[in-house]
Nanobody, 127 residues
Framework: QVQLVESGGGLVQAGGSLRLSCAAS????????MGWFRQAPGKPREFVAA????????AYANSVKGRFTISRDNAKNTVYLQMNSLKPEDTAVYYC????????????????????WGQGTQVTVSS
């Protein structure tokens, strides 16, 4: 069982930056592929970024590529999402997700591939 707690959301002006953190419980964090998703009002939850258990492989949605960076610190049981050059369309609730991985280089892109989810953190970008 893994429990995930996101933090770091808030209100920021367009062009600004935020760093989200997701702290995971348990002693096997390094065995989990991690992902960030977001959900805006009235829209389905969408993929943002993913990182493999080892941290060696990452993937990004086209809409955030070049602006967002996902990383992890397995010693701290934490995954991060650095968000730069924020746009109003990035406004959403951001969720962290975890999935047990038997291939340390694999990452997951779909919501139904993840077993564990955090409660979400609100990110609001004003124009």
């Amino acid at each position: 069982q893994v429990q995930l707690v996101e933090s770091g959301g808030g209100l920021v002006q367009a062009g600004g930056s935020l760093r989200l953190s997701c702290a995971a419980s348990g002693r096997t964090f390094s065995s989990y592929g991690m992902g960030w998703f977001r959900q805006a009002p009235g829209k389905p939850r969408e993929f943002v970024a993913a990182i493999s258990a080892s941290g060696s492989n990452t993937a990004y949605a086209n809409s955030v590529k070049g602006r967002f960076t996902i990383s992890r610190d397995n010693a701290k049981n934490t995954v991060y999402l650095q968000m730069n050059s924020l746009k109003p369309e990035d406004t959403a609730v951001y969720y962290c997700a975890a999935q047990r991985s038997y291939n340390s280089g694999s990452y997951y892109l779909k919501t139904n591939e993840y077993s564990y989810w955090g409660q979400g953190t609100q990110v609001t970008v004003s124009s």
